[in-house]
């Protein structure tokens, strides 16, 4: 399984972005996707998932109701609309995927396969 994140860029506070990720393997179906970031001195941190059939999402308190996390196993793509930004969402963005995933305590570990990321900058 290979991921490539896509969509980052500079922005302004309230501004919105998407972020992308094209998932190349065939058993793409069968793993939980998620996003994760890391900002400049700081641990990798969980910011979105999403089941295999896409029935459940799982977000961080800090982006609730801003972003939105979706995936289309026909194209094999899973994005991040993410909305009303703000300065400390700024950080680079990966997108990973795990077979099993601990859905109420989401960390890094539990992903095998991830993307390059992709930076986002968001200016106040």
């Known amino acids: 399984v290979q991921l490539q994140a896509s969509g980052g860029g500079l922005v302004q506070a309230g501004d919105s972005l998407r972020l992308s990720c094209v998932i190349s393997?065939?058993?793409?179906?069968?793993?939980?996707l998620g996003w994760f970031r890391q900002a400049p001195g700081k641990e990798r941190e969980f910011v979105a998932a999403?089941?295999?059939?896409?029935?459940?999402?799982n977000y961080a308190d800090s982006v609730k109701g801003r972003f939105t996390i979706s995936r289309d196993n026909a194209k094999n793509t899973m994005s991040l609309q993410m909305n009303n930004l703000k300065p400390e969402d700024t950080a680079v963005y990966y997108c990973?995927?795990?077979?099993?995933?601990?859905?109420?305590?989401?960390?890094?570990?539990?992903?095998?396969?991830w993307g390059q990321g992709t930076q986002v900058t968001v200016s106040s």
């Open positions: 999403i089941t295999q059939s896409g029935a459940s999402t």
């Open positions: 990973a995927a795990g077979r099993y995933v601990t859905w109420s305590r989401p960390v890094p570990s539990d992903y095998n396969y």
């Open positions: 393997g065939r058993t793409f179906v069968n793993y939980v």
